[in-house]
């Protein structure tokens, strides 16, 4: 089996997009970004994000007007009929895609994610609604099986959360199911097949004839990481747990072992942002950022001291001064770090980051007598939805 | 792109050797950038900060540490404006760029903490009832000002929220979901009146050469307001030939204007805004509870919207 893809193309695209940042942060100028576009012609049709976003909702919708008739047609026959009427028109959506639009070099053109979403949908609904729904072995399989399978093929980047989240939920049940000392040994289980499955998509990613897969790969490594580390979260851990595994605890108890819990919620993380700035793996970092907070959290949670605005204050101060500390410590190059934006990401866009401001931060209540807060009062909107 | 890319391009004589020489250095991870790193640090600090810091002061209101509290912020923000008049350059029309890549975080965290202790000096000294309106008013110019002397896009959002809130339109996504967007009745009329005159003045301005990166901006809440206003105008059923009429007027000038500013989101605005505008027409005239011709409209409508948008490729792809 192999990728839907012509892997030139793929790979064409790519140097495209990535010499359009150079573009954009001068490092070529226009002259030469056309002529490495010419020389790195490819086919694809790729558009943006924007025409993304309106083609996938507009098949999302001439998709829910096919499956409606379908459905109309299938509706008066029994439950199977209708499961299995599910899975093989999930399978013939499977096949539209690549006769239809992928034959027509579309690349996750919005209509190609919709199409997919679509079929891997009605596929496991189909076949995991056979097994009555509650067979989860059979569900979470089947899930693990065409996610992996959508984002081997299409390179599929949210199929391939998925299927992490999938096989993360498989090794999670079985253990379960199994009882007895299986549940308890889950954590290290965790800890264990995660940390395997980071060092190899880290050696694939880094393999040449791999390089159409790099993104998903990438996806798997940052999954991992925060695998291993829910796997060893004192929070993660004891909550499941009491919820799942009817351990009763009386205030004041703890969990077994809770002190090698505590342990890997500080250190991990710490081993993450050690190893991150030593190797200067932008991935690790973020994870460890991602997971420092995560710790706080978990402590906060259980040894709180009933002044949340005095944390809030308090956590605004550290990172205040600690990013603009690191602001001008990383003014010239140190370690190989440093504070100037080479290469812009996409979502690095001034005009995202006004609307994430207006958004979570003040002046967005409505001017009515009602409301008894004043201008300081309606802070911390959370997390803001842009719809961007 | 791999690791090789750039010295694939070197050899085919793509690049020069210069240019081979700083790109590889990023590419392979000999240099790191941190940016966005800590820019999101930093702007999780600020929101943490702020809103810990507007709790605190509403709290223990005439006691001993409340007045500390309140003294503190004060400086702070102070310190904040300091920091700002002294780095910033002269002002122009022009985009200007920052002293310090923390720098437009600075004019945040002063201007939250000004916006807090104002509204606090209200509250407390019981002129709130009465002013609220003043004191938006008043919170929107000073944003204003603040937007335009420090060339700062973040603070221009939240000085034309502020203005729309003085007109009693709250603009958040977070109050549509929950159906609060206009709390009072007619206030969609006031709605489309509002953006339309903002338009209009953010196009004389971007026509006066005045910060032409704020346009962008402007025109976005524009869109986004007037749109809201007319569909819910239309919602309401009795004169909703007029609202049509609006809505149809409003997308020709989405159009327009996404072609003038090469934003693909105003062309996305123009066609969710058109199309439910049609839709709720010909639901109103022709299918009314016809499932079957549901379906069949939803297939045709938007399977002839993909073909025209993959028909006409060229026509949507020119990058901003």
Redesign the interface.
């Known amino acids: 089996m192999k990728s839907a893809y012509n892997e030139t193309s793929i790979?064409n695209l790519?140097?495209i997009?990535?010499?359009k940042r150079?573009y954009k942060h001068h490092?070529?100028d226009q002259q030469?970004f056309n002529?490495?576009a010419e020389?790195y012609k490819t086919p694809l049709?790729h558009?943006?994000?924007?025409?993304r976003?309106?083609?996938f909702v507009?098949?999302l919708?001439?998709l829910?007007?096919?499956s409606?008739?379908f459905f109309?047609f299938f509706g008066s026959s029994n439950e199977h009929g209708i499961l299995t009427a599910s899975i093989f028109y999930g399978i013939i959506s499977f096949i539209f895609l690549e006769l239809v639009f992928l034959k027509n070099n579309h690349y996750k053109?919005g209509?190609t994610e919709a199409l997919l979403y679509h079929a891997i949908g009605f596929t496991i609904v189909g076949i995991s609604g056979l097994f009555d729904f509650d067979n989860f072995h059979v569900t979470l399989f089947c899930c693990l099986l065409i996610f992996s399978f959508s984002a081997f093929r299409y390179l599929d980047l949210l199929c391939t959360i998925a299927a992490i989240l999938s096989f993360a939920g498989v090794l999670f049940f079985e253990f379960y199911s199994v009882g007895g000392i299986f549940q308890q040994i889950i954590p290290f289980i965790f800890m264990i097949a995660f940390t395997i499955t980071y060092i190899v998509s880290k050696k694939l990613k880094a393999s040449?004839t791999l390089?159409i897969w790099?993104n998903n790969l990438l996806m798997i490594e940052a999954a991992s990481l925060l695998f291993i580390y829910i796997g060893g979260n004192y929070l993660v851990v004891r909550e499941l747990s009491v919820n799942l595994m009817d351990l009763s605890l009386e205030p004041g108890d703890n969990i077994p072992f809770a002190f090698i819990f505590y342990g890997f919620t500080i250190f991990i993380p710490l081993v993450f942002l050690y190893w991150g700035i030593r190797s200067?793996?932008?991935v690790i970092?973020?994870v460890s950022?991602f997971v420092i907070a995560f710790t706080v959290f978990t402590f906060k949670y259980y040894y709180s001291l009933g002044h949340p605005?005095?944390?809030?204050?308090?956590?605004?101060?550290?990172?205040?001064?600690?990013?603009?500390a690191?602001?001008n410590y990383?003014k010239i190059?140190r370690g190989?770090?440093?504070?100037?934006?080479?290469?812009s990401?996409k979502w690095?866009n001034?005009?995202v980051?006004?609307?994430i401001?207006?958004?979570?931060?003040?002046?967005?209540?409505?001017?009515?007598?009602t409301e008894d807060?004043?201008?300081?009062?309606g802070?911390?909107?959370g997390g803001?939805?842009t719809?961007? | 792109m791999t690791k090789e890319t750039p010295k694939e391009l070197f050899e085919k004589g793509l690049i020069t050797r210069d240019q081979f020489n700083k790109i590889d250095l990023v590419v392979s991870r000999k240099i790191v950038s941190v940016f966005y790193e800590l820019r999101t640090l930093l702007y999780l600090g600020v929101m943490l900060f702020t809103t810990g810091a507007g709790i605190l002061i509403y709290q223990n209101i005439g006691e001993f540490g409340h007045i500390i509290s309140i003294i503190t912020l004060s400086i702070l923000t102070i310190v904040c404006f300091w920091y700002a008049f002294t780095h910033v350059p002269p002002y122009t029309n022009t985009k200007v760029k920052s002293a310090t890549p923390y720098f437009d975080y600075i004019v945040l965290l002063g201007s939250l903490l000004f916006i807090s202790i104002q509204g606090y000096l209200e509250f407390q000294y019981g002129t709130l009832d009465e002013n609220l309106g003043a004191s938006t008013l008043v919170t929107s110019a000073f944003f204003f000002y603040i937007a335009y002397r420090f060339d700062h896009t973040g603070i221009l959002s939240l000085a034309i929220t502020a203005l729309a809130s003085f007109w009693s339109i709250s603009v958040s996504p977070q109050k549509w979901y929950s159906g609060n967007f206009f709390s009072g009745s007619n206030l969609h009329i006031i709605a489309i009146i509002f953006s339309s005159v903002l338009a209009v003045i953010a196009i004389l301005l971007d026509k006066r050469s005045i910060k032409k990166h704020f346009t962008f901006t402007y025109l976005n809440f524009c869109m986004l307001i007037f749109f809201v206003g007319s569909i819910t105008g239309l919602f309401m059923g009795d004169l909703y030939g007029i609202f049509l009429l609006l809505i149809y007027t409003g997308c020709a000038f989405a159009y327009y204007l996404a072609r003038w500013e090469k934003s693909f989101l105003f062309l996305l605005y123009a066609f969710v805004a058109a199309y439910i505008a049609t839709t709720y027409l010909l639901g109103r005239l022709v299918i009314r509870e016809e499932i079957f011709l549901w379906f069949f409209y939803s297939i045709a409508s938007c399977g002839g919207f993909i073909v025209f948008i993959i028909k006409y490729k060229n026509h949507f792809s020119k990058e901003k």
């Open positions: 790979y790519a140097v997009k990535e010499t150079w490092f070529i030469q002529t490495i020389a049709y558009p943006n994000f924007i025409i976003i309106l083609l507009a098949t919708f001439a829910a007007g096919v409606g008739l109309l053109s209509v040449p390089r790099r200067k793996d932008i970092l973020r950022l605005e005095v944390s809030l204050t308090g956590a605004g101060i550290i990172l205040i001064a600690l990013s603009i690191l602001f990383l190059i190989g770090f440093t504070r100037e934006n080479l290469l990401e690095g001034v005009n980051e006004a609307f401001i207006s958004q979570t931060m003040g002046g967005n209540q409505a001017n009515t007598v807060t004043g201008g300081g009062g802070f911390g909107g803001a939805s719809d961007f």
